[in-house]
């Protein structure tokens, strides 16, 4: 059985402050409301990492997540944040790939696999982001494209370590923009995704991949695209910043 996620994708947002208060609400929440069939992951700003750890503390199912991590393993770089280093703070889940990654940062294929595999020597479960831009779903090139992404980044892997990577499908054109693809149009891509990884790795490995969907999911349309049998999750941006909204996706299984 795949397992069901719900990541909050803090972005460049939240005070050490604010982010105390969110954390602990959504915690309190997750408690108060008895969800045990969801995983929660936090993914804030690198400077959060400790106190959100600490403020999880014991509590089942909630996770903390780094934004990003170096391709790198250690050495003069200035600025960069290893896998190690996020591992050695008790850090779980790693984002890696995010589409605005990609876009202001330049971050290529090559430099996504090298991080998906520093991720995985250090005991990380990455959530890999793919996705298409507009002009590319427009063009009708999407499936494609993502295939493109998942091919040249991940299937240097073993079926072991993909085994361990949590995909995301971020819909570029509807992040941030209100936009939202249809539930329609996130299972297809959803069980085209799943194909691809079939392809290379097996039905029982693509089978137990969890794939979350990346395109402005809140709560007003979560429970229409969880109801999807290829949508695992959701990487969460907006609402994750709002703890009702955040436990309220996370409560539409």
Not at 117 to 123: M, T
Not at 163 to 192: D, L
Not at 204 to 220: C, F, R, T
Request: with cysteine.
């Amino acid at each position: 059985m795949r397992k069901k996620i719900i990541a909050g994708n803090w972005k460049m947002n939240m005070t050490y402050e604010e982010g105390q208060i969110l954390t602990s609400e959504i915690v309190q929440m997750a408690q108060d409301e008895q969800l045990k069939d969801v995983s929660l992951v936090l993914n804030p700003p690198f400077p959060h990492l400790h106190v959100v750890k600490k403020l999880i503390g014991g509590a089942p199912n909630v996770f903390v997540g780094a934004q990003n991590c170096s391709d790198k393993e250690s050495g003069a770089y200035t600025g960069e944040v290893s896998a190690a280093i996020l591992a050695s703070f008790g850090v779980s889940y790693v984002i890696i790939g995010h589409s605005e990654r990609r876009e202001y940062f330049k971050e290529n294929n090559e430099m996504l696999t090298e991080k998906v595999k520093q991720a995985l020597a250090a005991g990380l479960q990455p959530i890999f982001c793919c996705g298409e831009s507009l002009d590319i779903r427009e063009a009708g090139t999407h499936e494609p494209n993502v295939k493109f992404q998942l091919t040249d980044s991940l299937f240097e892997l073993s079926a072991e370590e993909i085994s361990k990577v949590t995909i995301a499908y971020e819909p570029i054109w509807a992040i941030g923009t209100g936009k939202t693809a249809s539930a329609e149009q996130a299972q297809e891509m959803h069980a085209a995704i799943r194909k691809h990884l079939a392809s290379k790795y097996g039905k029982e490995v693509a089978d137990s991949i969890s794939i979350l969907y990346g395109g402005s999911m809140k709560p007003s349309n979560a429970a229409e695209l969880l109801a999807k049998p290829d949508v695992d999750g959701g990487l969460i941006g907006g609402a994750s910043l709002k703890s009702r909204d955040f436990i309220d996706i996370a409560k539409s299984y």
